[in-house]
Structure formats: structure tokens, C-alpha cells
């Protein structure tokens, strides 16, 4: 059974310290079902001294995390910060099924040993939310290897394929035609049955986990356990303030990318976007947030709540010294200025044409990118804007600029 008492019992009444702690929790976020079960959780909490038991179960699919990935780890902080257990679970065990969550066919398993590299750089970024120290670290192969093919099957008959085809992703896939092995069917019971293993009084994740976490608390239900509040966070959206940051769109921020260079993402973002970030990815206090937007309409310039919140993330990601620098390249930069630490290199074959020159140079992705970026004016040569595409560059050093980020000092000969 749970560490907290069932909630049958009379409903207490709510403090100041419960309905703060209620409205931290609420922040930002998608979805918090059922609110008043975890009100009272937080206010039996309280009265007993006892820190709720908060999961969050990441599969360690990709070794690289990008602030996209943090806000469900800002959550955590949160609470981790009012006191409460906070377990990162290491789905190592259901990261060999696969998640078919939100897919539209069906997802390779990964090998034991991707699995085992990819958790250790998980954990270690997500360090730089969590506090390590105060962070419960589990695996689910803890539990979920014990339990054999009697216990497996003993577990699938807690839940009805009607159920399971409720899962929009499976109902989609269902009706297309798109084979869904039986396989899938056991991520979603396998995630839920972490939850009872773990005694989990409230689980986060993604809104495209929704589904899996209200498997884990009708399991609970049946296991006879108090069932865990569920809290969906939404996906924030990348640069372009449209699609969701992902790599794979280019409109991310990565969390081990130079404090210069995520600086000057962050700058880059809309002023209206600003909030968005300000509300999920700073620490930033919700009075504070509400005094920034009364600011701004008082004729506070945006720009300067942009700076504040691209040194706070930059600082949590590297440190004080890096924010501070990225600031002053930034604004040396602003002044049409060339950073410090723009990379050095070496090329051959003088003369060389301009969108060579830039592909070789690792500043356009190929000759055709760079010509359009020379058409566009956004070429520079030792500061000077270069606008012939037919322009041939003779051997010696140069100061090469690409857009407002993208520098590298060359020495061609």
C-alpha cells in the first residue's frame, strides 16, 4: 500500500503552505488528474511528515537532451524542491519493447548495451535539473525481469484489449491497416505496473503519455493501491514558436551546446514565445513572472527579460562565468563584432569559389545553401557583406560569417 492513507478518509482542509505548493505544482502544466485527489495527498503529506513518493520514467532512447526535454524535469525540480521523494526511473526494460506511443508503426527495440550507454548521459544531463543528490534512481528491470512469463501473463489479464485499443495511436493504426504486434500491447501495462512496484503517489510525463499513465492507476486500483495522480506537460515548441523542438527540425536548443551558442538561440526567440520559455524552463517565481508581464506593459523592453532568462538557462547548464561571457559576445556581436572563440581551420585548393569555401568551412550544410545565404546578404568576409556568387577567394586568412551566429576563422592556402 501507499506511504500516504487512503483517501477514503475525511478530506482535510487545505493550508496556505498546500495551496501553494498546489499551485506550483499546477504551473505550466497540461493536465493534473484528479486535482483534488492530490490536493489531499499534499495536505496528508503535510500533516504526516511524509514526502509524497513523484515518478517519472524516461526510456533512454537518445543520449542527447534539448530544453524540450527539460520541462518535465523542471517539474520534478519543483517538487523536488517542496520536499518530496522524486524518482527518475530508467526504463530499461521497456526500452527493449519499444514505446509505440503517438507512432504510426511500430518502433525497433534497442540492444542492452545502447540502453546502458544512453541511461548513463541521460542521467548525467538530467542532473543539471534534478538534485543528483536527492534524486531515487531505479531501473524497471528490477521488477520487471522477476516476473517471468507466468507473472507476465498473470499481469495481461488485469487489462482487456478493449481497453487497450482506446489508445488513439493503436485505433488509427487499427483502422489503417498497420499491423501493431502484441508486443505493443505490453509497454503501456508494463509502464503501469512500474507504478505499482514503485507505490507512486503522482507520475509526470508528456500529454503523449497520457494514456500509459492512467494504465498505471487503474493497475494501482486493482493491485490495491491508492491510484496516483497523473500530470501531463506540454511540449514546448522550438525557435520557430510553430512545431516542437526536435533535432530533427533544426529548431532546437541543446543542453550541452556552447553558452554562447545557446544564448543566442534563446535571444532569437519571439518576445510572445518568451513567456512560454519564461513559464516552463525558468525558476523564475509566479509572482515574479506576473510583476515581468506588468513590467513590459508599463514599457519595460522585452529584450531585457530575454537577457535575464538566456543568463538564468545558460548559468543552469554550464555556469555563472559562461552566462556572463555569452552576454558580452552577444552584445559584441550586436555591434557587428566577431566572438573570441570562433573555430580555426585549415583548407586547401586556392582559389576557391565562395559556396565551397562556406560548405568546406562547415558554416552551410552545401554550396547551393551557401549561395542562397550570399544572394540573401547574410555572407561576411572579414565583416564586409559579400553579395557575388561567382566571388573566387585567393590563399590567405580570412574572418568568414554566416547569418548573426555562424563564424570560423580560415586559413586557406
Not at 514503485?198 to 493501491?225: A, M, P
Request: include cysteine; glycine fraction near 8%.
Amino acid at each position: 500500500m501507499n506511504s500516504i492513507a487512503p483517501s477514503s478518509k475525511k478530506d482535510l482542509p487545505l493550508s496556505e503552505s498546500v495551496q501553494n505548493a498546489l499551485a506550483i505544482t499546477k504551473r505550466g502544466v497540461d493536465e493534473l488528474l484528479v486535482e483534488s485527489e492530490f490536493a489531499q495527498k499534499l495536505a496528508r503529506s503535510e500533516q504526516s511528515g511524509t514526502p509524497l513518493r513523484i515518478k517519472l520514467g524516461l526510456d533512454p532512447t537518445a543520449p542527447d537532451l534539448h530544453l524540450g526535454h527539460t520541462v518535465v524535469l523542471n517539474k520534478m525540480r519543483q517538487l523536488q524542491n517542496l520536499g518530496h521523494t522524486v524518482i527518475f526511473l530508467i526504463g530499461d526494460f521497456t526500452s527493449m519493447i519499444g514505446d509505440p506511443s503517438g507512432r504510426n508503426i511500430t518502433r525497433p527495440p534497442l540492444t542492452r548495451e545502447q540502453i546502458e550507454e544512453n541511461a548513463k548521459s541521460y542521467f548525467a544531463q538530467a542532473s543539471l535539473v534534478l538534485n543528483a543528490e536527492k534524486t531515487e534512481i531505479r531501473y524497471n528491470s528490477e521488477w520487471s525481469d522477476p516476473l517471468g512469463a507466468r507473472g507476465m501473463i498473470e499481469l495481461s489479464s488485469r487489462y482487456t484489449v478493449a481497453r487497450m485499443m482506446e489508445r488513439d495511436d493503436f485505433t488509427k493504426r487499427f483502422k489503417a491497416g498497420t499491423p501493431i504486434s502484441v508486443h505493443e500491447f505490453l509497454y503501456p501495462l508494463m509502464q503501469g505496473y512500474d507504478s505499482v512496484a514503485l507505490k507512486s503517489d503522482l507520475e509526470l510525463g508528456g500529454t503523449d503519455q497520457k494514456f500509459n499513465l492512467l494504465v498505471g492507476r487503474e493497475l494501482q486500483k486493482d493491485y490495491g493501491q491508492e491510484p496516483q495522480c497523473i500530470l501531463t506537460m506540454p511540449l514546448l515548441e522550438g525557435l520557430d514558436g510553430i512545431d516542437k523542438m526536435s533535432k530533427s527540425k533544426g529548431n532546437y536548443i541543446g543542453i550541452t551546446e556552447p553558452g554562447n551558442t545557446m544564448f543566442g538561440k534563446i535571444m532569437s526567440i519571439s518576445d510572445q514565445m518568451m513567456w512560454r520559455y519564461y513559464e516552463l524552463l525558468s525558476s523564475c517565481s509566479l509572482a515574479q513572472l506576473a510583476a515581468n508581464k506588468q513590467a513590459v506593459l508599463d514599457g519595460l523592453n522585452p529584450r531585457d527579460l530575454k537577457v535575464a532568462l538566456a543568463q538564468e538557462l545558460v548559468t543552469t547548464y554550464h555556469n555563472k562565468q559562461a552566462a556572463d561571457d555569452a552576454l558580452t559576445d552577444f552584445v559584441n556581436r550586436s555591434k557587428g563584432g566577431i566572438p573570441d572563440d570562433i573555430p580555426a581551420l585549415s583548407l586547401t585548393g586556392a582559389p576557391l569559389g565562395i559556396g565551397q569555401l562556406l560548405r568546406q568551412a562547415n558554416l552551410c550544410p552545401s554550396s547551393s545553401d551557401a549561395l542562397r545565404m550570399v544572394e540573401q546578404g547574410g555572407v561576411r568576409i572579414d565583416g564586409a557583406v559579400i553579395s557575388d556568387k561567382g566571388l573566387q577567394i585567393p590563399a590567405g586568412e580570412f574572418v568568414l560569417q554566416v547569418g548573426k551566429r555562424k563564424f570560423a576563422r580560415v586559413t586557406l592556402s
